[in-house]
RNA sequence: GGUCUCGUAGUAUAACGGUUAGUACAUUGGGUUUUCAUCCCAACAACGCGAGUUCGACUCUCGCCGAGAUCACCA
């Protein structure tokens, strides 16, 4: 059974580096049976934290449908789930090594550490706190008092899932802070302390940590605790340079890419294959699929650079999938809504922006049934939701007529004003005859063929001057299916105003 | 600087020590009764360098080079 962790700090919004360590714990604890996955704040840190950070975290876990087990909000039995609630708990395991001799009370000033290191670090040697411990290393320790470990340095081995077995000489080793003068422990010591109570089997956390594992491994041990196991995942690297991806460097947060209709089971299933992959070819994999062929052994051991132009491919083909096995009525749901899911499981802690709409402005107006019809025909080409802002204006307002549309259009410009004026008056006299009830996809096309033979006209140029005079956009669906979403009326009064446009400029 | 980690096409990755080094995104070209996109076909493009072990090395060992992480009363 395996119980692992996600255990953010609440200092901004989440981004793409940080949601994969959220992701892999996830699939680990969930794909053990009775496995339990915890969602703890790492608060420690009064001076970074960002009010309405740990609602963003809430937000970001539950769009993505990382729902946990244990933790803040849904409580558990190892509560509380604030690192700041539980200084008593720390304290009780610093007045163990305290007991043991593997921890002092040190007073020393902050300037005068700050000069220690200074004059290491000019004479050129490794500046190590150990090297200058207090005189009074038997002072009593209260809450107040910074406390430090009690370093014995040796050669530390130890074996990471990820990373295989790793080991270091002693020179890493040092007298880390465990309480602070606040009375709130370091994360080094507070993270120890929770896993530990809180019964976690794997510690997945980036690899910016490996170098402070030989401290850990001392610390555990000075507690005479067993550690869980370890998996270190490497960073995902932003778009340009060798930087591990961060919000400095302008990395957007998972939330606006939610905001830009990106779907959460494409979220997932990017993040989750960027460093891991299961030997197969398989591109797309849903969260069971995920879950049922997640194996820690085939995490990547180097960086992984993201790559945005693949998060948003995958993306279109979720959109596809989701219209394919799930229909138009669910695909629909997301356009308007871009987490139903967090409004109904989510009451006690509404979130912001939970509705967000995908369509035009003048969308707003029409009826649901009609949005669906536009959706089924557009759907295929779509990148991110959001796209539908561009792409379906003129199925809900009247495009403006600009004959010089039609002059800048490769094949169109071939033919003549007079051409383009009887082809127009032909194409609306044949479909002026087909009655309301009649006017269906199928029909359509095949009076569009009809006309390509009455006209004598290649499918290029008689269909892209239709296809223009009824929706002026750069691009459309099929010819046969927009109009038959944009109905009898509009689609005979377009084709009229285009063909009195030309006629007037005649 | 000390310590640690990583190194296959532009990107993400695959390959019991034996393959014409595979796949996907991107790019380029072509195909489908319109456009854009989808879809289909094709092309381009990679084992960081050097030794060693071996009949044979992307794969194992060592060295080098390159990249990154970390050295806080931050996590």
């Excluded at 946990?68 to 090594?97: N, T």
């Excluded at 996809?441 to 296809?467: W, Y």
Aim: with cysteine.
């Amino acid at each position: 059974m395996n119980i692992t962790r996600f255990a953010p700090s609440p200092t901004g919004y989440i981004h793409l580096g940080n949601v994969r360590s959220a992701i892999y714990p996830y699939l680990i604890a969930k794909q053990s049976d009775g496995g339990k996955f915890i969602l703890r704040i790492e608060d420690t840190d009064q001076a970074r934290y960002v009010p309405g950070a740990t609602e963003l975290i809430v937000e970001t876990l539950t769009w993505l449908g990382l729902d946990w087990d244990e933790g803040i909000i849904k409580g558990g039995d190892h509560g509380p789930y604030y690192q700041s609630e539980r200084r008593d708990i720390y304290h009780e395991y610093a007045r163990k090594l305290i007991a043991t001799g593997r921890a002092y009370a040190d007073p020393t000033p902050g300037d005068v550490i700050d000069a220690y290191r200074k004059a290491d670090n000019e004479a050129k040697i490794p500046y190590l706190y150990r090297n200058h411990r207090p005189e009074n290393m038997d002072l009593a320790w209260e809450p107040g008092i910074p406390l430090r470990f009690k370093s014995e340095p040796s050669p530390m081995k130890w074996h990471d899932e990820v990373m295989g077995d790793l080991e270091t000489g002693p020179e890493v080793m040092d007298d880390i802070v465990l309480i602070k003068k606040d009375g709130l422990p370091t994360y080094n010591f507070a993270h120890i302390v929770d896993d530990y109570e809180m019964q976690v089997t794997h510690i997945v956390r980036g690899v910016e940590y490996l170098s402070s594992m030989p401290n850990y491994l001392a610390i555990y041990k000075a507690l005479d605790i067993e550690h869980p196991k370890f998996v270190s995942l490497p960073h995902v690297l932003a778009p340009q340079g060798n930087k591990k991806l961060s919000k400095r460097d302008g990395a957007k947060s998972v939330t606006e890419y939610r905001d830009d209709g990106v779907l959460p089971e494409a979220m997932l299933n990017y993040l989750a294959c960027l460093g891991w992959n299961d030997g197969t070819e398989q591109e797309i994999y849903s969260k069971e699929e995920l879950l049922e062929k997640f194996s820690i052994d085939r995490i990547q051991n180097s960086g992984a650079r993201f790559d945005e132009v693949k998060l948003l491919w995958q993306n279109g083909q979720w959109i596809r999938k989701i219209f394919d096995e799930q229909g138009v009525d669910e695909l629909y749901s997301r356009t308007i809504s871009a987490d139903p899911a967090s409004i109904s499981s989510n009451k006690a802690n509404p979130t912001r922006d939970s509705l967000i709409n995908f369509w035009p402005d003048s969308a707003s107006e029409y009826s649901d049934e009609y949005k669906k019809s536009v959706l089924a025909i557009i759907y295929d080409r779509l990148k991110v939701l959001s796209d539908l802002r561009e792409y379906t204006n003129y199925f809900f307002e009247e495009p403006r007529v600009d004959l010089e549309y039609l002059q800048n259009n490769k094949f169109i410009k071939k033919l003549s004003e007079t051409e383009q004026r009887d082809l127009l008056t032909a194409v609306f006299e044949r479909l002026q005859t087909i009655s309301k009830d009649d006017w269906t996809a199928d029909n359509l096309q095949s009076t569009f063929n009809e006309l390509l033979e009455s006209t004598k006209k290649k499918p290029a140029e008689l269909f892209s001057l239709i296809r223009i005079a009824v929706s002026y956009a750069p691009f459309s669906p099929a010819l046969h299916l927009t109009c038959a979403v944009l109905g009898r009326d509009r689609t005979l009064a377009r084709l009229n105003a285009t063909r009195s446009a030309i006629v007037n400029d005649l």
